[in-house]
């Protein structure tokens, strides 16, 4: 199957910048798309931004303008950039996959969480 393994969170001051980068890596045939999602306290898990093969990507509309997303196929990676960051952003972000494998067909993957905290 997919393993999705994400690294770059940690601690940050309001109005700083951070980020995250996620690599999957396993028996994978084919990426379609990989993003990220977050969940905070209390919350349900919203959308944070997401890159199709293709090079499309959505966000969510807190983040819009403030975050950037980038795919590096080639390692099989995704990077969120963050900036202008408020205590609102404080979550676990999760990175996720939408992929196909020899065993599987496509098939959402997410990764384990990465705690991003804002804070003064």
């Known amino acids: 199957q997919v393993q999705l393994v994400e690294s770059g969170g940690g601690m940050v001051q309001p109005g700083g910048s951070l980020t995250l980068s996620c690599a999957a890596s396993?028996?994978?045939?084919?990426?379609?798309?990989m993003g990220w999602y977050r969940q905070a306290p209390g919350k349900q898990r919203e959308l944070v931004a997401t890159i199709t093969r293709g090079g499309r990507i959505e966000f969510g509309d807190s983040v819009k303008g403030r975050f950037t997303i980038s795919q590096e196929y080639a390692k099989n990676t995704v990077r969120l950039q963050m900036s202008g960051l408020t205590p609102e952003d404080t979550a676990v972000y999760y990175c996720t996959t939408d992929a196909r494998t020899g065993q599987r067909s496509r098939t959402n993957y997410w990764g384990q969480g990465t705690q991003v905290t804002v804070s003064s």
């Open positions: 396993g028996s994978i045939n084919f990426i379609y798309s």
